[in-house]
């Protein structure tokens, strides 16, 4: 597959530890929030999403923490496993009326064995 | 496998020529978005468009269109070709329109503006 922003910042982590990535937005107005993972050559998944009215939501494996004060984003991956390479975007939709999804430039997670 | 298919999967062409992308969503699914991933702006949303109808405009430029039939199939057509315009191109479908419907990728077409 082809590699996006080969320039990314990298996170390395150790496989069975737990990962963290974070993601500043711009917009206080935006109402929701995606977490997407991109595998090399693959379009972006969906991981897990959170509304503006909470700041904490729990998925398999994964959380999502949402802090409007300093208007910051984070994941979490519990027990990080090798599946679980790839770039991570976040997502923040400004759309007042629907969608206008701006996604931040991507995280590129790397699991060492 | 997202169940989204798009067409072709790598295109080359040159400045000025004009190129349409094709994207087929999910059984049932009746909202299509096209989105621009290139290395120096990532990922940036184009259009939205919900059972046939324009739903929701982004960052997509005038030399570009988009159209969705009624079999729900959708047209990204590109026109103008400059080389910036060289990215991978996704398309998206989800069930309805809301902004909280989850949104299942296509692998995307790779186009080369040379």
């Known amino acids: 597959g082809e590699s996006v922003g080969l320039h990314l910042p990298t996170l390395s982590v150790q496989e069975g530890d737990n990962s963290i990535i974070n993601c500043a937005y711009s917009?206080?107005?935006?109402?929701?929030f995606i977490w997407y993972k991109q595998e090399s050559g693959k379009g972006p998944q969906f991981i897990i999403d959170?509304?503006?009215?909470?700041d904490k939501r729990q998925g398999q494996r994964v959380t999502v923490l949402l802090n409007k004060t300093v208007k910051h984003l984070s994941l979490q991956i519990a027990a990080t496993q090798p599946g679980d390479s790839a770039v991570y975007f976040c997502a923040e939709n400004r759309g007042s009326r629907g969608q206008n999804f701006v996604f931040g430039p991507g995280t590129r997670l790397s699991v060492l064995p | 496998d997202s169940g989204v298919t798009q067409t072709p999967k790598h295109l080359i062409t040159a400045t000025g020529q004009r190129v349409t992308l094709r994207c087929s969503p999910r059984?049932?699914?009746?909202?299509v978005y096209w989105y621009q991933q290139s290395l120096d702006q990532g990922l940036q949303f184009l259009i939205q468009?919900?059972?046939?109808?324009?739903?929701a405009k982004g960052n997509i430029l005038e030399r570009f269109s988009a159209q969705q039939f009624p079999d729900l199939h959708s047209e990204l057509n590109l026109s103008s070709l400059e080389l910036g315009d060289s990215a991978l191109y996704f398309c998206?479908?989800?069930?309805?329109?809301?902004?909280?419907?989850?949104?299942?990728f296509g692998p995307g077409t790779r186009l080369t503006v040379l």
């Open positions: 468009y919900y059972n046939g109808e324009e739903r």
């Open positions: 917009n206080s107005a935006s109402d929701y």
């Open positions: 998206a479908s989800s069930v309805a329109s809301a902004v909280q419907n989850e949104q299942f």
């Open positions: 959170i509304r503006s009215n909470m």
């Open positions: 059984s049932g699914d009746l909202s």
